[in-house]
């Protein structure tokens, strides 16, 4: 059993940063590739970046890319988001999964976080 805890969400104005940080316990996340995604009311989860279990490749939705940079550090059982030059349509709850393969499907990841809200205000 994995527990991930996110952290780093909040309120930024528009063209801010953020860094959301996803903490593993009970098992190492070194077996496992990692995915970041967002969720806002109606919508269904969409994967927002993802990395392999040992972040040699990594995947980004188009409307992220060149903004936000996803890592992890096996040593310290986190992953990272990086978010730059943050837009009004990045508004929402961020979550982090991990499962078997960095794919885009939701049903493919095992574990979740609880969410970080992550606000961007024009």
């Known amino acids: 059993q994995v527990q991930l805890v996110e952290s780093g969400g909040g309120l930024v104005q528009t063209g801010g940063s953020l860094r959301l940080s996803c903490a593993a316990s009970?098992?190492?996340?070194?077996?496992?590739?990692m995915g970041w995604f967002r969720q806002t009311p109606g919508k269904a989860r969409e994967r927002v970046s993802a990395?392999?279990?040992?972040?040699?490749?990594?995947y980004y939705a188009d409307s992220v890319k060149g903004r936000f940079t996803i890592s992890r550090d096996n040593a310290k059982n986190t992953v990272y988001l990086q978010m730059n030059s943050l837009k009004a349509e990045d508004t929402a709850v961020y979550y982090c999964?991990?499962?078997?393969?960095?794919?885009?499907?939701?049903?493919?990841?095992?574990?979740w976080g609880q969410g970080t809200q992550v606000t961007v205000s024009s």
């Open positions: 999964a991990a499962g078997s393969s960095p794919t885009t499907s939701p049903l493919d990841y095992y574990y």
């Open positions: 990395i392999s279990w040992d972040g040699g490749a990594t």
């Open positions: 009970g098992r190492t996340l070194s077996s496992y590739s």
